[in-house]
C-alpha cells in the first residue's frame, strides 16, 4: 500500500512540475503581447499606460490597461482556420453587427454594438476586431477606449491589427 501511495504521489508530483501540452511552452502557443511593441499601442492610444501579460490555463492575453489599472484593450491570439472570422464573432450575441472588414489577413470582421436606447447605447462602438491570416488569428478588444466604426481609432485599430498579423505563424 505503501509503494501505491509513493508511485501515485511521485506521478502526481511529476505532473504539477512539467509544463502540460497547452502551455507557453507549446510550439503552437502564440503570445499576443509579443506581436507588437508596446511604444506603439500607447502611442497609437494615449489613454494607455501600461502593459500586462495574463495567463490562464491555454490562453495568453495581453492587457493594455488604462491610467486606472483597468483594460483598456485585450488582445488575445492563437490558432484557427481562416473560415471561421465571422462565426467566432458572431456568439456575442444579438447586441452587435458583424461586418467583414477588408485588406486585413486572410478573413477579418468586426463587431460593432447596436443600438439601445433602453440601455442608454448609441451604437457604432467596436467591440472586437478579429484577424485571421494563415492558421492563426489575433483578436483586439478596445473595452475602454473610445473605438467608433469608421473614426480614425478604429483606422489606427486596424493598422496595429495588419501589424500584428504580418507577424503571426
Known amino acids: 500500500?505503501?509503494?501505491?501511495?509513493?508511485?501515485?504521489?511521485?506521478?502526481l508530483l511529476s505532473f504539477?512540475?512539467?509544463?502540460?501540452?497547452?502551455?507557453?511552452?507549446?510550439?503552437?502557443?502564440?503570445?499576443?503581447?509579443?506581436?507588437?511593441?508596446?511604444?506603439?499601442?500607447?502611442?497609437?492610444?494615449?489613454?494607455?499606460?501600461?502593459m500586462e501579460k495574463q495567463t490562464i490555463g491555454p490562453n495568453t492575453t495581453c492587457n493594455y490597461l488604462n491610467d486606472k489599472g483597468f483594460s483598456a484593450l485585450i488582445i488575445s491570439a492563437g490558432r484557427a482556420d481562416?473560415?471561421?472570422?465571422?462565426?467566432?464573432?458572431?456568439?456575442?450575441?444579438?447586441?452587435?453587427?458583424?461586418k467583414p472588414v477588408s485588406g486585413?489577413?486572410?478573413?477579418?470582421?468586426?463587431?460593432?454594438t447596436k443600438p439601445d436606447p433602453k440601455l442608454g447605447?448609441?451604437?457604432?462602438?467596436?467591440?472586437?476586431?478579429?484577424?485571421?491570416?494563415?492558421r492563426s488569428f489575433v483578436n483586439l478588444a478596445p473595452?475602454?477606449?473610445?473605438?467608433?466604426?469608421?473614426?480614425?481609432?478604429f483606422t489606427g485599430l486596424k493598422q496595429l491589427a495588419a501589424e500584428m498579423a504580418t507577424k503571426l505563424p
Open 1 to 11: 500500500m505503501k509503494s501505491v501511495f509513493l508511485c501515485m504521489a511521485t506521478l
Open 16 to 50: 504539477c512540475i512539467t509544463q502540460p501540452a497547452w502551455s507557453a511552452s507549446n510550439p503552437d502557443h502564440i503570445d499576443p503581447c509579443a506581436l507588437i511593441e508596446k511604444e506603439k499601442m500607447m502611442a497609437a492610444f494615449p489613454a494607455i499606460k501600461a
Open 82 to 98: 481562416h473560415r471561421d472570422a465571422l462565426k467566432a464573432l458572431a456568439g456575442m450575441g444579438d447586441g452587435y453587427s458583424y
Open 104 to 112: 486585413l489577413g486572410d478573413s477579418a470582421a468586426v463587431a460593432v
Open 121 to 134: 447605447i448609441t451604437g457604432g462602438s467596436v467591440a472586437e476586431l478579429h484577424v485571421i491570416t494563415k
Open 143 to 153: 473595452v475602454r477606449l473610445k473605438v467608433q466604426a469608421g473614426s480614425p481609432a
